[in-house]
């Protein structure tokens, strides 16, 4: 079982590696590989901003596993590219989602990314649309518990 702590800069390493792995980049908003100095400065921003919270994923053992974030009402989760498809994507969705204390969250799943739409569809979350966002289709998925 997973629980969830606050991110630090000290956790930029990890977060990078989340996202610019191959798979993530493939399904993210942004395809573009992020060099680690502008990830560590957009990092730095958002962890002064009151309306963003990253969450690490953590195991009982303090192994960091992946991250949670809310952006006002929008949720992405990423889990570490050695540790996917172990069933942690839907613990961090849950548990983000519940650090939210809202039923309005929303999340945007490109298409073809069966894995998170599966993931979502466990925790609550329903489709609701397929949207163009910077050139890319989207679904939308709100938070229906």
Known sequence: MLSLRSATTGDAQFLWECR?????????????????????RWLASRLRD????IYLGV?????????????QRTISVAVHPVLRRLGFASQLIALTTQEAHSTGMIAWIRPENAASKRAFASCGYQYTVTESQNGQLV???DFSP
């Open 50 to 53: 009151p309306d963003c919270q």
């Open 20 to 40: 610019n792995d191959d798979m993530a980049l493939r399904f993210s908003g942004s395809t573009e590989a992020i060099p680690y100095a502008a990830h560590c």
């Open 139 to 141: 679904e939308r998925w």
């Open 59 to 71: 195991t009982a053992d303090g192994t960091r596993v992946g991250y949670g974030r809310l952006d």
